[in-house]
């Protein structure tokens, strides 16, 4: 596999970099926010609407795997452009509000962003090599920006245009900028890294185990936290406004958290003590979710914080095990692959554990489990100083 010179960045570049991050979430995290008004809108009860936000998750593992041979094909930038115009494609066809075309346009929105989850690591490696702790941080940090964005906002664009289609067509929009930037960018069609298949005999080490349980956990309970948790507040007496506040406290702390994320380790002297106190704060977060009034809101941040700081250090953990880009965008594809498969695992599931009756024990422990997996994982990972591809 080839690996090419450092490529200066352009101002165009870091625009369409920084827009391109901004629509990696959001138009996921929206549909939680939206949804008694999306069950209402499409006729559906709870476990097709955990169904359809299991979705793009699903879609995340499943075609992450294609995402080496687009990108020696058309290149990195090729293949984001061809993500984009998929989210572009799949937030146009959600304004038609039949529930086989809804889940039609939102797995295209999931394949668009699971090629943008595998190969916008390497391109920010590409591009800025010199710090990836930090590098991630802010990425990541972007990721859950985008993810208040969708959490937030929705409520009031539906309150607003007295409907669906005003928070849904605001992906539209945000969409087109970075498919423009891209565009205009002379250099979009040049490859940054060559490809070649996937070397599934790293799938015997249990390290490679290790990151993908720290990329997947971490998945999972992002998606079911903005899939359930503007519900579980509601069954709490939150109106639908405040509801989705939380949820959009929830992603916005994470932001900050992020991008904190290299200070953090060096403050608590190292990735597994980090892993540790993360993992029990999120613990926490979870338990005062079900308290009601301001205490669902404080766990909303302890489980915030750590939400950003988990997806960060499975970033850098990915980083930190590889020697090439080469091996970076390999072992994105295994880990973002297998890992969100198991990650879409976690909307579906609460969709099955929950009945309607104000019972979110289930869905609690659910999570917690996660929690604790992704705890136990990262701190297995982080304790060895081995690579991935060492033979």
């Known amino acids: 596999m080839s690996e090419e010179k450092i490529t200066p960045v352009s101002k165009a570049v870091l625009a369409a970099v920084f827009f391109t991050v901004i629509v990696m979430r959001g138009p996921i ?48 930038t090729g293949v984001v452009l061809g993500a984009l115009g998929a989210i572009l494609l799949g937030s146009a066809g959600r304004l038609v509000f039949y529930y086989p075309s809804m889940l039609f346009a939102t797995a295209l929105i999931g ?11 390497v391109v920010l490696r590409k591009y800025f090599p010199n710090n990836i702790a930090l590098t991630m941080g802010v990425f990541t940090g972007l990721i859950g920006f985008s993810g208040s ?17 005003a928070p849904l067509f605001l992906w539209v929009v945000l969409a087109l900028i970075p498919l423009a930037l891209w565009l205009s960018e ?50 709490l007496g939150f109106d639908p406004s405040k509801a989705g506040l939380g949820s959009a406290v929830f992603l916005l702390v994470s932001a900050p958290a992020s991008i904190l994320t290299a200070q953090f380790i060096a403050c608590v002297k190292g990735e597994r003590n980090a892993s540790v106190i993360m993992t029990i704060s999120f613990l926490a977060g979870i338990f005062f979710w079900l308290q009601g009034g ?15 700081i988990t997806f960060s250090l499975a970033m850098i953990l990915m980083a930190q095990k590889t020697k090439t880009l080469s091996e970076l965008l390999m072992i994105s594809t295994l880990a973002q692959g297998i890992g969100y498969v198991l990650a879409a695992l976690g909307p579906f599931v609460c969709g099955l554990l929950y009945h309607g009756d104000g019972n979110w024990t289930g869905v609690a422990a659910f999570t917690s489990g996660a929690v604790l997996l992704w705890g136990f994982s990262a701190f297995y990972a982080f304790g060895t100083t081995k690579k991935l591809f060492d033979r």
């Open 111 to 121: 394949i668009g962003v699971a090629l943008l989850n595998v190969v916008m690591p």
């Open 149 to 165: 964005i969708g959490a937030y906002f929705s409520v009031p664009l539906f309150q607003w245009g007295e409907g669906l289609f």
């Open 29 to 76: 995290t929206e549909i939680g926010a939206l949804a008694d008004e999306m069950m209402k809108a499409l006729d559906i009860g709870y476990a097709a609407y955990g169904f359809l936000s299991a979705l793009p998750i699903g879609c995340f593992g499943l075609f992450c795997a294609v995402a080496p041979a687009l990108t020696k094909r058309f290149g990195l």
């Open 186 to 235: 002379k250099k979009a069609s040049e490859a940054m890294v060559s490809a070649e298949g996937i070397d599934f005999s790293i799938l015997k080490k249990p390290l490679t185990w290790a990151v993908i349980l720290t990329m997947g956990m971490q998945s999972l309970t992002i998606y079911t936290t903005v899939s359930w948790l503007p519900s579980i507040l509601s069954t």
């Open 294 to 308: 301001t205490l669902s809101y404080l766990g909303c941040v302890l489980a915030g914080i750590p939400q950003g």
